[in-house]
């Protein structure tokens, strides 16, 4: 029998948690979250690592010695649902569970205007400040006076992700790990209390070739050489916090089934979004159930397959308000086994050719790592 999905606890261990006991250990009241004993600091260096789970870390800690030696395995998080970048982002930059911040997947519905909207490349007619209404934890630390710095690549400024989920501080571009740690050093030597950078090479080195591929090692080994130097170069005291977006799981191809092949399955379905791992499926009026049963009938145990409303019902987005309530499809088909769902009909080539998948609710997915130490 297929077993119920692990949801995250929003108030808990959770990815949202990050910036603001960041904050905190500034001095930042008013800043809701998890207690987890970070000391009070003048300075906070926050590192996001996309796609590097905790089980992917914990099973290739021979290519990373600096995170090895600093590896809490009391200390883990869950990213929180979909484990896309999109919502992760949304719930490290407010504090708040995606069916607040509305970052709800990689591809979503405008309820507007009934198109689907990409979360990565976003809109340009979508207004990101209305998309998500939360000040994010950078603005906060505006309004007190506390100035940060977002460190990442140059494509990040100003695009719509980043204005609706890390609005707020300075931006300093950075395409290579070594200058994103001189700029983070540096920032914080010049008087900024926190720097946050940003790295995506292993993520990309997932998506590519897999987690398990030579790439991916190399990757994770570079990343953890820089790691090991920003700890050097960051000025005494400061609190270096190491965490990650979302996990990774390797598809092979053989291991998905393209609905172009099985196009009965979408009968009465208007819309596809989500990704491989977790499609948002948005269906014609109270076609919902239907399509949820004949899903669920079709893929058994190799998914979990829930309606709107039950997965709102059970908690997988967090809180939910009104607004945020059209932009989550009407029947969400997650991964639960070593599995997923494409329509090649529909996407982009280079979204079918990548290895390294994730959006789902498996341990492998959902856990992150959390690393603190005091410089």
Known sequence: MISDPVVPDYDGEVLGGVLPAAARSLGLSGIAGPDWGVPAADAVCVVLVDGLGQQLLTESLELAPFLAGHLDDDRVLRAGFPTTTAASMGSFGTGRSPGQHGLVGYEVLDPSRDRLINGLKWDPSVDPFTWQIYPTIFEKLDEAGIESVRIGPARFDGSGLTNAALRGGSFISASKLSAAVDAAADSLADGARLAYLYWGGVDYAGHTHG????????????????????ARLVPAGTVLMITADHGMVDLPHSDRHDLATTPELLAGVRHIG????????????????????????????????????????????????????????????????????VDSRVVDSKVLRLIGQHGSLTEAEQLIPLITLQT
């Open 211 to 230: 987690w398990q591929s030579r790439q991916w090692r190399e990757a994770l080994s570079l990343l953890d050489s820089g790691l090991a130097r920003l």
């Open 274 to 341: 989500g990704e491989t791992r977790c499609l948002q499926l948005y269906c014609e009026s109270d076609e919902g159930p239907e399509v949820a049963r004949r899903f669920a009938e079709r893929f058994g145990e190799l998914v979990w397959v829930r309606t709107r409303d039950e997965a709102i019902e059970q908690g997988w987005f967090g809180v939910v308000d009104d607004a945020v309530r059209p932009r989550i499809g009407d029947v969400l088909v997650a991964a639960a086994g070593q599995f997923g769902l």
